[in-house]
Structure formats: C-alpha cells, structure tokens
C-alpha cells in the first residue's frame, strides 16, 4: 500500500483553494515566448497556455505514446477559459520554469479543455470523486501512460502551505513525491492506478446493468418536488442544506426551477409558485445579476445571492432566460420581462457571433483581478453620475449608500428592496423612477465599456447554442417578441449549416486556429444532439414552421441511431463511434445543466405529442424506465428527467382520454374543482332594504374535512391572487359595499412560513346600503381556491343571487 499519510496530505488541497493566491495572467500576455504544440490548437483555453514553458501536448495518441517510450507518467490538467483558479495555477506554476522544468523532465503533460471534451472531464472527474474528493477545476490528475487514474487534485499552490498548522504539499512537492513513488515502488502504483480505474468503471457504469423494475408513475415526481422543498431557503429562496444554515456557495440550478414551475402551472399550488417567486426575485434583485448589463454570473459565493463568482457562461443564461420567460407567462410579473429583455440585450451585445452563432463565456477576471469589470467604488459612482441628488438616489436603489460590500473597496450594485418599495421610501411614482435609474445604468454600462475587458471564448458550442437558441424562442413566444425568435431562427441555421456534416453528424465546436479561418470538430457529443432538438421544438412551438419539427425528428433518429442503448434504454455520453477510453458514460445526474438523458427523454415525449409517432412513445418511456431507480433513490439528483416524466404521464392521461368513449365523470377518481370540496350558501337581511338601504349579505363556505382556503388577507404576497374574495354588486349601483373577512386560522410551513386560511365553516359578512325599496337581486361571486396537505385543486368561482331560492338551498348551489 501507498503511504497513507502522504497520500491525505496530497489530497488536502483538493477543492480547498487558498485565498489571495495570485492573479491570473492576461490572455495572449506571453506572445513573445516560444510556443508549445498547444498553439495549433483552436481552443481559447488551450491556446492560452501555448506560450507556457510547460512542454504540454493536446489530448491524443502522440502524448501517451510519448510517456509509453519514455517510461513517464501523465500529468493531465482540465480547465475552461474562463476558470478563475485555472488563471492562478497557470500563473503560479504553468508559467513557473522551476515548476515547468520538473513537469517536463518526468512527466508528459496534457492540457484540455473540458467544454470541448466533456467526455474526458466526466471520467476522470468521476475518477477524483471515487477517490472520495470534492471536483472543480482545474482538475488535476496523475496517470498512468494508458490512462488510468493514479491521484488527483484541483488548484494547487507551488509551494507548501500551513493550514490550521498543518503542513500541506504544494504542487512542487507532489511532483516530487509521485516522481519517487514512480522510481521506489511502481507495482505498488500501478495496482493503485487499477484500483481507482476499476472503482471509475463501476462508478460510471452504475446505469449500463439492466432495466429498472421501478413504476413510472406521479410518486416519483412528487418525490422529486418534495425534495427540492426540503431544500429550499425561505428567506432569500434558492436551494440548499437546512441544517447547515444554507452556508456556502448557492446555483441557480435550473432544473429545480422548470420543475416547479412545470408543477405549479399544473397543481396551482400557491406553495410551488412562492418557491419559485422568491427565488427568481431574490436572484434578479441580487449581485448576481448584472444590474448594469444585463445576464447572470455563474453562481453566487453565499446565501444571499449578493457576490457572485463573476464568469458568465452561455449555458447559464439560455436557462435562466428560459425559466425567467416561463415564469413571466405564467405570473405576468414586469420584474421577470425585465430580466429577459435585459440578458438577451447582453447575449445580443456580447455573446452572439457576426455569423449569427452564440460564444461560450466571458471570463471572472480582468487585469488581473476577480470582477474588477463589474464593481464600483463611490468615487466611480459618483464621477459617473454627476448629479448629486441622481447619485445618492441610485446609490441607495443599488444598495451603494453604505460600507463597501466587495474587497473592502467596491461595490456589487444589488437591489437590497424591490423597486416598488424603494420608490415609495423615496416618494416618487415608479413609473418616474424606473426611466430615471435606465438611465443613469445605460451611463454605467458605456463607462464600464471602456474598462479592461474580461476575456471572451468565441468558440462556438452545438449543445450551448441549442440551449440558447430554446431561450430566444422561448422569450419571442412568451412576450410575443418576433425578433427574439428570428435570432433563434438565425442561430439554427448556423449551427445547421456549420456544425452538421452531410450525413447528419453533428460536431462539437466551432473555432479557429491561429491564422486561420474558423471551422467545426470533434464529433458531437449526447447533450449536442438532446440540447440542440429541444432548441429546435422551442423554435417550432413558437413560430409554428414544419422545418423546425422536421430538423429536430432528424437530429433525433441520428441521436437515438448513434447513442441509444438498445438493450437497457436511455444513450450514452459518446456515440458508437467516439474515441474509446478507459470507460464509457452514460450521464444521468442534472447539475449546472440537465443531463443529455434528461433532455433526451423529454424530447421524445414532446415529438410523440407533436408526430403522434409511436416511435418516440417507445423510445420515451424506454429512456425513463431505464433511469427510474435512479430518479426513486436520488430523486432531487434527476429533477429534470422528473420533468420529462411528467410531460410523459400527462401525455399518456391525454392521449386515453382522447381515445376512450365519452363517459360519465367518475368520481372515484377524487375533486378536480376547488367547489367539489367546498359548498357556498348566501343569505341577505332584510331582503328588501328600509328607509335607510343598508342591508346585509352573509356568505357562508363549508370547507370539507383535510382542506383549506385562503384567508384574506392571507398574511403573504404571493398568496394575495389566490385569497378567497367576495364581490357584490346589483343592477342599480350600490351606494356603499363593506366587506368583512374574518381573520381565519394560522398555518405554519416550511416553505411559505405562516399565513391564514379558513376550514371548516367560515361566515363572511358584507354591508351594502343601494335605494331604499330597491327589489332587484344582489349579486354574489365568491373566489376561491381549496388545498389539502397534498394537493391543490383548480380555483373556482361561485355566482349567487340573493334574496333568491337557490342561495337558501340546504346545498348551497348556485346558479
């Protein structure tokens, strides 16, 4: 056995990045420099490091048999260009000659980059998590010279460090220790590197094994959403763990979102809907929104959602754009349009190629520092503003009127209180203030233009785009927007045109080498082909145009001919004929984005919706099957193949529905209608009013055993559209009406927190007072809408007629 003790200290560093380590370098700053194999690559992030004096090659069969002939091991280092901790390694060990020199002298050394190879990333990521270690980027890995895995890390420091008083290796003294493992014990690190190979495949291969015997059926979506609720933050919305306070670092997680908002549109549930209300606000009202520019940041470092890390990736905000559309048309709020004009301004501005293609992310750094970009210090404020009054006014909308909240010096422009509020407290109409803060933020954003620029990869990604070309089809249909989905439509026909050989294969990025003119390589990989159909079906629901639906059934068949599992369903990371490694993925679990399985199942439910083809019904519930067991025992792990399985159930529900015989309802299958479980009764005293008019209109509701309305007030904004309301009115108009509701009972709960609703029976009283002798029937409308512990139903509304017979009846019906 290795020893232990040096093998921990190795491993230490892992996910730990130390603080204040160093500042990257700029981009192309080492031009000067002899090159390395790296600088015919046409990769942003490869072609950053090819001016280090690190010997390094690009992934392929010259670098492993390199380290073959040699006798050496593979140091392999993964990162993306706009990685933050990968800009401090390079500059503290990659640009390092004393460092350089021990990489070259004993190891070969591969860069790449894992947006171009997510393959690569996936295993051996996977490789470090089975080693028990937390991932992130870089990913450093030590291998043997056919590829297996030996130890790993992420960021490491050059030299050693003391943590807690504790030595901790640098990167010069784990080089040195693998070098002398090497050299004093090979066997014993081979049978290491065989180990942690073998423990990958069984970890990758996990869902390769069989079909699941697990139903598909609405548990395992309730599953699912039940878990997102045991996790969400009721103060600053998001997701997290409870019991540790939701510390640390909180995503945006998308997939949570489209489920909720899938299932609240659904259910009606004012639970689900305040879920995703509160988040969707807090994240648009905090730092990590671009309050000046537009678009989000990758993820934000605390609870609040106040600091970012400060890297925006394409992925991010085609998501985030769609989930914020959806939201909007599905709550009207103006906060959530807002959000979508202003990051699609920014995608339009910053991340959309001349050709029409979307690039991949804009770096965290500039000059040298983490989101220099995108802060301000009060004498920038101020310089930038010139008006006085204008100044503190924005300083205080954008929470810049106290200490500084970033660096002990700059500001992170949020929203600490919603607009409306902030134009209350500073008495003015919102409608005045909102033009005047655009403004004063269009003045921010060309100052801020002519700062040092973060870095921008301009590579071109199919499955990114897909993403993105689903977000602006989104948008146009949901704000009935045309030019959102003609910039859809443009995009598509890049990616189409560019990224699609004459066969149907898709490939996976689009870029250029230097001096040359861009091209696209590598076969595409699963999420290309999942990620751009449902781009393509967005496109085709919004505009309505066959060819969208006839690409994306195309894109499809290629997808489930190159990558489907035809045995035990669902497809793998890599098509039949990828580059074989040492193991063989196939990708489940949703993150920062859904798995290709995820999008892929949920495409075939959408195109046998649309096809009507029984094909894709096959193929769908083949895929969903095949990941079951995973969605029962990790349920919060799959919550958008939840969501494909909830397209699926309801598709099925529709489609028998359709094909059965007309029938009568069956009531054993439980109430549909908020006024199945809740009976309305009205009575008026006198039934004709005296000399002074003034008569008095009693509501009564009996809200059956286990369910609930809303009280009004119900005690929470986002339960005000569903609170139980009476509204009266006549033929001739009334002179006065004063409703009274009771207070009803406090409810508390983990998501909403308390509020009031009324069971049982609950008497509502409203004072009217119209022209004495009046004979006309008054007119009653009660809304309301009824919820169990389980389940909310429809709202419904109930018209009463009183003084009427009807409105006496011991029923309670109305007419």
């Not at 500042?23 to 000067?32: H, L, M, N, S, V």
């Not at 590829?147 to 008083?165: C, F, H, R």
């Not at 096809?611 to 079951?628: C, G, N, P, V, Y």
Request: charged share 25%.
């Amino acid at each position: 056995m290795m020893r232990q003790h040096v093998y921990v200290m190795i491993l230490a560093l892992v996910g730990g990045r130390l603080a204040n380590a160093g500042d990257p370098p700029a981009p192309g700053a080492a031009q000067a420099r002899p090159s390395n194999r790296l600088a015919q690559e046409s990769s942003p992030y490869l072609l950053q490091h090819a001016h280090n004096p690190v010997d390094w090659y690009p992934w392929g069969p010259e670098a492993f048999a390199k380290a073959r002939s040699e006798g050496k091991l593979v140091f392999l280092s993964i990162g993306y260009s706009s990685c933050h901790w990968c800009h401090v390694m390079e500059r503290e060990s990659f640009e390092n000659p004393e460092v350089a020199k021990l990489l070259n002298q004993s190891f070969v050394c591969i860069k790449v980059d894992r947006e171009e190879r997510p393959d690569i990333d996936t295993i051996y990521m996977t490789a470090l998590n089975v080693l028990r270690q937390r991932g992130g980027w870089p990913l450093s890995m030590f291998l043997t010279s056919d590829g297996k895995p030996i130890i790993g890390g992420t960021y490491w420091p050059p030299e050693d460090k003391q943590i807690q008083g504790n030595k901790v290796p640098g990167f010069k003294s784990v080089l040195q220790f693998m070098v002398q493992w090497k050299t004093e014990k090979p066997k014993e690190l081979e049978e290491q590197a065989e180990r942690v190979a073998a423990t990958t495949v069984d970890a990758l291969g996990t869902m390769l094994r069989g079909r699941s015997l697990v139903d598909l059926n609405r548990d395992l979506v309730d599953q699912a959403v039940k878990g997102i609720t045991s996790e969400f933050d009721p103060d600053y919305g998001g997701f997290g763990s409870r019991e540790r306070g939701f510390r640390g670092t909180k995503f945006p997680t998308p997939s949570y979102l489209e489920l909720l908002l899938h299932e609240a549109g659904r259910t009606q549930s004012p639970a689900l809907q305040h879920m995703l209300n509160v988040t969707l606000d807090r994240m648009a009202r905090g730092g990590i929104y671009d309050h000046v520019g537009g678009g989000f940041h990758r993820y934000s470092t605390e609870r609040t959602w106040l600091v970012p890390h400060f890297e925006k990736m394409l992925y991010d905000n085609a998501q985030l754009v769609e989930v914020y559309a959806k939201a909007y048309r599905l709550t009207r709020r103006p906060l959530y349009r807002q959000v979508v004009e202003e990051t699609l301004a920014f995608v339009d501005r910053e991340m959309t190629a001349p050709s029409g293609g979307f690039y991949s992310a804009l770096d965290a750094d500039s000059d040298g520092q983490e989101g220099l970009y995108y802060v301000w210090t009060d004498a920038q404020l101020d310089a930038a503003i010139a008006d006085k009054a204008d100044a503190a006014l924005f300083k205080k909308v954008y929470g810049a009127d106290g200490p500084a909240n970033f660096e002990s010096n700059y500001h992170i422009l949020h929203l600490p209180k919603p607009l409306a509020e902030a134009a209350k407290e500073s008495d003015l109409p919102l409608d005045s203030l909102q033009p005047r803060l655009r403004s004063m933020r269009e003045r921010l954003l060309a100052l801020r233009a002519m700062r040092p620029r973060p870095f921008r990869d301009t590579k071109i990604l199919t499955s990114w785009n897909g993403e993105m070309i689903a977000a602006y089809a989104v948008a146009g249909q949901a704000l009935a927007e045309p030019r959102y989905q003609q910039t859809a439509a443009r995009a598509a026909d890049f990616v189409l045109k560019n990224l699609r050989t004459p066969e149907g294969r898709l490939l996976r990025t689009f870029s250029a080498r230097p001096g040359q003119a861009a091209e696209a390589r590598l076969n595409g990989y699963l999420d290309d082909y999942a990620y751009l159909a449902h781009g393509l079906l967005c496109l085709h629901d919004a505009t309505g145009e066959r060819r969208w639906l006839d690409e994306a059934t195309q894109v499809t068949e290629r997808m489930v001919d190159a990558f489907g599992d035809k045995d035990a369903g669902g497809f793998f990371y890599t098509s039949r004929d990828h580059e074989k490694l040492f193991a063989r993925s196939k990708d489940q679990f949703d993150s920062a984005q859904p798995s290709g399985n995820s999008v892929a199942a949920r495409n075939l439910v959408r195109l046998w919706t649309t096809t009507r083809d029984a094909r894709f019904q096959s193929l769908a519930e083949k895929t969903l099957q095949a990941f079951s067991a995973s969605l029962k025992i990790h349920p919060t792990g799959l919550t958008a193949m939840a969501g494909a399985l909830a397209l699926h159930l309801e598709a099925q529900a529709d489609r028998q529905e359709k094909d059965s015989p007309k029938k009568l309802p069956d009531e054993s299958s439980g109430p549909k209608k908020s006024d199945s479980v809740v009976k309305v009764s009205a009575t008026v005293q006198p039934e004709k009013p005296g000399p002074d008019g003034k008569q008095v209109v009693t509501v009564l509701l009996a809200v059956d055993k286990g369910w609930h309305i809303y009280a009004n007030p119900p005690g929470l904004e986002d339960l005000v559209p569903v609170q139980t309301t009476v509204s009266i009115r006549a033929k001739t108009k009334l002179d006065e009406v004063k409703i009274d509701y009771p207070e009803g009972t406090v409810m508390p709960d983990m998501v909403l927190g308390k509020y009031r609703v009324y069971e049982n029976k609950v008497a509502i009283k409203a004072t009217v007072r119209r022209a004495p002798g009046a004979t006309e029937p008054i007119e009653v409308a009660v809304k309301f809408q009824a919820c169990s512990d389980k389940q909310c139903l429809l709202p419904a509304t109930k018209i009463l007629m009183v003084p009427s017979k009807d409105s006496k009846s011991p029923d309670g019906s109305g007419k």
